[in-house]
């Protein structure tokens, strides 16, 4: 019994020491009145996969993603010699190719979402749900640029239809599913999550892509990049891999852009686009420097284009664009994937930096055809639909006037004439041609183009 109590007394001595130090060590933390408070060592699962319940948004958006066939019809000559020299003999015969992809329906009465790729060059477009059921599709439109195809099909039922979310309101790390029928697996569903958003990938098109790590593989072009409420908030395009097969990384078209150009396609026939009206780049330190300014994030402004809505709002050289309405602009593809959802004489309010100060400029958007860029006194604007049809063509610029002297004598040959490519860079548009001729270190250029004669020249100016 008394060995009893010296235990007893001993296990209360160590409770008491070890309370005391405790109290000790934590009383000690007070410093100046402020208590430094435990750290806390519990883990925060609420953002774990197993937490997060797919199912729902998975149940819901696979209904409503669809198999894309495209049919093409390929003529096949049984002896191509005798075809080239025309001596008759040879027989043609009808080849079927079949192209399979993706695509999302985004209302019950069967208008279908998908890549412009996924349907290019088709003579015959079938659809087939979820449910097995097949339909013809009819193309109602396409945005090659920005790779997005509206396509329609009849049915005598309401089909189920994936709802639009906010693309700009995803966050780097929020879980997404990628929804679609990769190698003609239909309805299949990956998990990953937002690796980033607003990435360039050097595309002449987009230039803003959603990028996740959810496996996207050949087939999935067109598919649905949704949340976990299952809404629409991107449509799997392209992915990032050596092997042409997921390695790593996928990308989607924002659905804000997305949903901007079908309703164009509905309500116009093409897609409306509205430019800002400058030229420039995004800062960064290296760029900061050349500059002689401290400022290494935004949009700088080197040029204003003439007859734009910059130009008319008055921004000039130097200005640092900082923010597009209420969306903060760090990125050249973060204020393109702006202004891409904006239609020509939408006003958008600019806020710059100048001379240290900041300034708020309404500037009315501008459509793209009604603009023109000038380079070593040559004025250049887009071709039209009259343009294409006289010199069977569908890209390029033309010569709208020569204003340098030097260049005058060759007015015959330069006006009017449609410029091919530059310096042996293909030239499709006014974009791509301002965004080529803005980095190059000197004004001598090789153009290759048709003057209005017909006759191809290359010249060097």
Same mark, same amino acid.
């Given at each position: ?32 009145? %402020? ?34 066939? #495209?049919?093409?019809? $390929? ?36 208008? =279908? ?5 996924? %349907? ?11 449910? +097995? ?14 790779? %997005?195809?509206?396509? !329609? ?46 990435? #360039?990938?050097? +595309? ?15 087939? +999935? ?13 991107? =449509?799997?395009?392209? %992915? ?52 002689? =300014?401290?400022?290494? $994030?935004?949009?700088?402004?080197? !040029? ?22 209420? !969306? ?22 600019? +806020? ?50 020569? #204003? ?20 042996? $860079? ?36």
């Amino acid at each position: 019994m008394k060995k009893f109590g010296s235990l007893l007394l001993l296990s209360l001595m160590s409770g008491a020491i070890t309370l005391g130090a405790y109290k000790l060590f934590f009383d000690s933390s007070k410093t100046n009145g %402020i208590t430094l408070a435990a750290p806390n060592y519990a883990k925060n699962v609420s953002l774990a996969a197993e937490n997060i319940d797919f199912t729902a948004a998975a149940e819901s958006t696979v209904h409503s993603v669809v198999h894309v066939k #495209n049919m093409t019809t $390929q003529r096949v000559y049984s002896d191509p010699f005798a075809y080239m020299f025309g001596n008759g003999r040879s027989q043609t015969q009808e080849q079927y190719q079949v192209g399979t992809g993706s695509g999302v329906i985004i209302s019950e009465d069967g208008f =279908i979402v998908t890549n412009n790729h996924v %349907i290019q060059n088709a003579n015959e477009l079938e659809v087939t749900l979820n449910n +097995n059921k097949s339909y013809k599709a009819k193309l109602v439109g396409t945005d090659s640029k920005m790779d %997005i195809a509206l396509l !329609k099909i009849e049915s005598d039922e309401k089909l189920p239809f994936a709802v639009f979310g906010d693309s700009e309101e995803i966050k780097v790390g929020e879980w997404v599913l990628a929804v679609g029928n990769p190698y003609n697996l239909t309805s299949t569903v990956t998990a990953g999550i937002v690796s980033a958003k607003a990435r #360039n990938l050097g +595309n002449e098109g987009i230039q803003s892509f959603i990028q996740t790590d959810a496996a996207v593989n050949p087939g +999935n072009s067109g598919g649905a990049l949704v949340n976990t409420r299952g809404e629409l908030i991107g =449509i799997n395009t392209m %992915i990032s891999s050596p092997t042409g097969s997921y390695a790593g990384y996928s990308f989607a078209v924002p659905s804000n852009l997305t949903r901007k150009i079908i309703e164009d396609l509905m309500q116009f026939g093409n897609v409306q686009r509205g430019v800002l009206g400058i030229e420039g780049g995004e800062l960064n330190s290296k760029f900061a420097d050349e500059l002689g =300014i401290k400022q290494t $994030q935004g949009f700088y402004v080197n !040029k204003v284009t003439k007859n734009s809505g910059a130009e008319k709002a008055g921004l000039s050289k130097g200005d640092i664009i900082v923010q597009l309405d209420t !969306k903060k602009i760090n990125s050249f593809s973060e204020l393109t994937a702006y202004v891409n959802t904006k239609r020509p004489d939408d006003v958008i309010e600019v +806020n710059v930096l100048r001379d240290g100060k900041q300034k708020i400029l309404p500037v009315k958007l501008t459509k793209r055809e009604m603009l023109n860029y000038e380079f070593n006194g040559i004025e250049f604007e887009d071709i039209d639909a009259t343009d294409k049809k006289q010199f069977r063509i569908s890209e390029g610029i033309k010569i709208k006037k020569v #204003n340098n002297p030097e260049y005058l004598e060759y007015g015959e040959i330069l006006n009017d004439a449609i410029i091919l490519s530059i310096d042996g $860079q293909k030239i499709k548009d006014m974009e791509t041609a301002s965004r080529y001729l803005a980095k190059k270190e000197n004004q001598k250029a090789r153009y290759q183009i048709i003057a209005k004669n017909g006759q191809m020249y290359s010249i060097i100016m």
